[in-house]
Nanobody, 117 residues
Framework: QVQLVESGGGLVEPGGSLRLSCAAS????????MGWYRQAPGKQRELVAA???????NLSDSVKGRFTISRDNAKNTVYLQMNSLKPEDTAVYYC???????????WGQGTQVTVSS
């Protein structure tokens, strides 16, 4: 059974930091490209950051310079370090796993991030 379990969300003041984690089980982690997406109320889900199995990264323009994505293949975990948080970063953040060699895709259940004073 495949599971992606996100953690690390919460309430933080503007300018603060959070680190999200996504622990994967039931998959060969190194065979998957990993990504973080977010969805704010009334908006479509959008890509925040992605990382290949070779650790090449891609970040959306809205988070470049503030967020960093990384992965630890030995721990089957992908991270999203979020610094200088803004109220517009408020959303549910989802972890996604994309199989490199086919069409299998898995999603986590999401973790809420709220940036507010």
């Amino acid at each position: 059974q495949v599971q992606l379990v996100e953690s690390g969300g919460g309430l933080v003041e503007p300018g603060g930091s959070l680190r999200l984690s996504c622990a994967a089980s039931g998959i060969i982690f190194s065979s998957y490209e990993m990504g973080w997406y977010r969805q704010a109320p009334g908006k479509q889900r959008e890509l925040v950051a992605a990382i290949t199995s070779g650790k090449s990264t891609n970040l959306s323009d809205s988070v470049k310079g503030r967020f960093t994505i990384s992965r630890d293949n030995a721990k089957n975990t992908v991270y999203l370090q979020m610094n200088s948080l803004k109220p517009e970063d408020t959303a549910v953040y989802y972890c996604k796993a994309d199989y490199r060699y086919g069409t299998r895709v898995y999603w986590g259940q999401g973790t809420q991030v709220t940036v507010s004073s």
